[in-house]
């Protein structure tokens, strides 16, 4: 199974399991994670979520091969089952706990933006390259980025599209805290138990004040990343880097305007 899911002691475990692909996710795979997190939202035995990868890689990001085939006929990425996934986490009422070690790409990292408690090893490496692929931001991580990091980082992050380490994601406030590798799953779980151990009314009553606020902006701005993405999406520049990135070559935007 290329996602390995576990109930148990109150917490549904999602686990990155695709180690010879760098756990690079399938649609297949979205849309396992996406029923098991719809799941656990009507599952009062439920009481935490918690997403880990391996200990040498959180995810490479999407399956570009699998992406390209999976692309529904009507283009946009509503779609599609990686909008699926990401609906489900951003509006579940469960508290979400994420353990990062190794490289979190792409969406790797832009689904940390949707978790309550983020926690990294010092091993771990983030990355949002999605100018370099021809492509815009996606799932609100323009806004949600620029609110935990401000503007300027945020905009290196998100136009330049470099990785960036472990220490400089808990400078940025991406992260709440950056463990040794071997200390990170442990420490996790750790959390996730401690948030079952308190009254569930309590942490959904927290969790949704704390969002309330930007629920509004965020809806508003995944549509309009989504509509700019499923756009560009067909236009030569991303043509451009998709076949650079399968003739394992550099792209050359310089024909563009």
Request: proline letters at 4%; aromatic letters at 8%; a negative charge.
């Amino acid at each position: 199974m290329d996602i390995l899911s576990s109930k148990e002691n109150g917490i549904l475990t999602l686990e990155f399991n695709r180690p010879e692909r760098k756990n690079a996710i399938t649609a297949a795979m979205y849309q396992t994670m996406a029923d098991a997190i719809n799941d656990a939202e009507q599952d009062s035995a439920v009481r935490a979520i918690l997403i880990v990868g391996k200990p040498e890689i959180f995810t490479a990001g999407n399956d570009l091969e699998d992406f390209m085939k999976t692309a529904p006929s009507s283009g946009t990425l509503e779609d599609r089952s990686v909008f699926k996934f990401m609906m489900a986490l951003s509006g579940t009422t469960k508290p979400v706990v994420a353990a990062v070690a190794g490289a979190a790409v792409g969406i790797g990292t832009t689904l940390l933006m949707h978790c309550d408690l983020v926690y990294a090893a010092d091993t771990a490496k983030f990355s949002m390259p999605f100018s370099q692929l021809g492509l815009c931001p996606e799932f609100a991580s323009s806004v949600l980025l620029t609110q935990i990091a401000g503007y300027p980082r945020a905009a290196e992050k998100l136009m330049l599209g470099e990785a960036f380490l472990a220490q400089e994601a808990l400078e940025m406030g991406l992260v709440s805290r950056v463990l040794p590798a071997a200390e990170l799953l442990a420490f996790a779980q750790g959390q996730a138990a401690k948030v079952v151990a308190l009254p569930a009314s309590s942490i959904r009553a927290t969790k949704q004040l704390m969002k309330a606020s930007r629920n509004a902006l965020v809806s508003e701005t995944i549509t309009a990343e989504n509509k700019l993405f499923s756009a560009m999406l067909t236009a030569p520049e991303a043509k451009e880097a998709f076949t650079a990135f399968f003739q394992k070559r550099k792209p050359d935007f310089s024909q563009f305007a």
